[in-house]
């Protein structure tokens, strides 16, 4: 056995509880985000000895939503004095009924603790506090909180841009990347929800120094006057000169764009989107 161990298997521990104020042995205590029960009272230094273990305890339970509480349901203890152990998901995870409790009672019944979980949150664990309207604020995602550095360069991004219709020549498609470094794009799906209105009408879409740069490399000729959907990692979609992948630089560097332009014959009623798939290099 490792010479640093200090509690084997250290599911009892003696602490000053969180909740309840006076911890009573028999009662649901918690320390911290930890749950257990009390096998002592709290002595005269705020301390009590907790079993932090599995085990089955006969424990007071409040069906606190409506439609009562089933067997093998998720339980919380509230982090409050007294501590009320119930089906409030706004709790801390405690275990499971082992009984039935009717439609807004109070029972002594069994329930089973589970040991400290690790992380794993139990069904209902998220409920209805964690995911109200403006759980998630402005304030939490802000500055520096979520930043480039936290996402990894290589995490594939995806952007969506209308297509433009118009006569031939004009462009459908004009994107210019808008990171500060240069991109691969690996992937470009046209999605063609209303057909162009002219039989010879076709689209190119690749990579260029400007807005109005014509390019082929990614795919070349696909039909602007028929409902469908084009992928240049689709061999017949690509043509010709289509590729799987084009660099661009960086924003505002020499090759920036992904254009598409409107080739031969007029697309005016086309109606779609370009789907451009990218990651940093």
Do not use: C
């Not at 799906?189 to 162009?196: F, K, L, N, P, R």
């Amino acid at each position: 056995m490792a010479n640093n161990v200090l509690y084997d298997p250290g599911y009892r521990k003696s602490v000053i509880a969180t909740y309840p104020a006076i911890p009573a042995s028999g009662g649901v205590v918690l320390f911290g985000l930890r749950s257990g029960v009390a096998i002592t009272d709290e002595d005269d230094d705020g301390y009590t000895s907790v079993d932090f273990g599995p085990k089955d305890y006969s424990l007071s339970v409040v069906d606190s939503n409506t439609g009562g509480i089933a067997v093998g349901a998720s339980l919380f203890a509230s982090q409050a004095t007294p501590v009320v152990l119930s089906n409030d998901s706004t709790g801390v995870f405690f275990g499971y009924a082992n009984a039935i409790v009717d439609d807004g009672e109070t029972s002594t019944v069994s329930v089973h603790h589970v040991a400290d979980t690790g992380g794993i949150l139990a069904s209902g664990a998220i409920g209805v506090t964690q995911l109200a309207a403006d759980a998630v604020t402005t304030a939490k995602i802000a500055d520096l909180n979520v930043t480039n550095a936290k996402l990894a360069t290589d995490a594939q991004k995806v952007v969506e841009v209308a297509l433009t219709a118009g006569i031939a020549n004009v462009f459908a498609l004009a994107w210019e990347n808008p990171e500060a470094v240069p991109i691969m794009v690996n992937r470009v799906v046209i999605d063609i929800t209303t057909a162009g209105g002219t039989a010879d009408a076709v689209l190119n879409v690749g990579s260029g120094a400007t807005a109005a740069t014509a390019s082929d490399n990614l795919i070349d000729g696909i039909d602007l006057n028929a409902v469908d959907i084009y992928d240049n990692l689709v061999v017949l979609d690509a043509g010709t000169n289509g590729n799987t992948v084009a660099k661009l630089d960086e924003n505002g560097g020499t090759t920036a764009f992904i254009t598409g332009q409107i080739l031969v014959a007029t697309a005016a009623a086309m109606v779609g989107n370009a789907y451009i798939f990218y990651r940093e290099v």
